[in-house]
């Protein structure tokens, strides 16, 4: 079973991923980790040396071949990966274990606040420019999150909470 979490950046997919995972004594998979291992530079590297088209088309072809391994995993997608190159059907036609992790703008922006200097799209934003940025951002990839079968409005939940609500929704 894939189970896949998808959302904003600072949504949770990443911890709530790792407690998920060990719950259900499956491995798991941080995309993005995935992708620096593979290519050995991070993310922010790869954009700058390489370019947004090339992380883009990468994304998309190591996607495919993740999840044509046809390993069991609990799969923590980078924030932009469901909107580009097709992902989002990609991995609805693989497993119907998609899970968006939903915050509100407010709640992302609390969250995000306090890691802007980890996250290089938000890094050279000031404070006050950021709910505008993560509202933009959540207008335009709507489209692509709504595509999941199952939500979970997270604002309020810590992550062993989360994790609570998808399995028993996994049932």
Avoid: W
């Avoid at 040396?49 to 495919?64: I, N, S, Y």
């Avoid at 995993?73 to 059907?89: E, F, I, K, R, S």
């Amino acid at each position: 079973m894939v189970i896949a979490l998808v959302g904003y950046m600072g949504s949770g997919k990443s911890t709530v991923g790792q407690a998920l995972a060990q719950q259900l004594g499956i491995p798991f998979v941080d995309f993005d980790r995935y992708i620096e291992n593979r290519i050995e530079q991070t993310i922010p590297e790869i954009f700058q040396t390489r370019g947004e088209l090339f992380f883009r088309r990468t994304e998309h072809e190591l996607l495919k071949e993740l999840l044509a391994e046809g390993a069991g995993m609990v799969l923590a997608l980078g924030g932009g990966t469901p909107c580009y190159a097709g992902n989002m059907d990609l991995l609805l036609a693989h497993t119907p274990h998609v899970v968006y992790l939903q915050l509100s703008v407010g709640a992302l922006t609390r969250r995000l606040q306090g890691e802007k200097q980890e996250r290089p799209l938000i890094a050279h934003l000031p404070d006050a420019e950021l709910p505008e940025f993560i509202g933009k951002h959540l207008f335009e990839r709507a489209p692509f999150y709504g595509k999941a079968p199952i939500t979970i409005i997270a604002d309020h939940l810590g992550p062993e909470e989360v994790v609570s609500e998808i399995r028993a929704l996994l049932v």
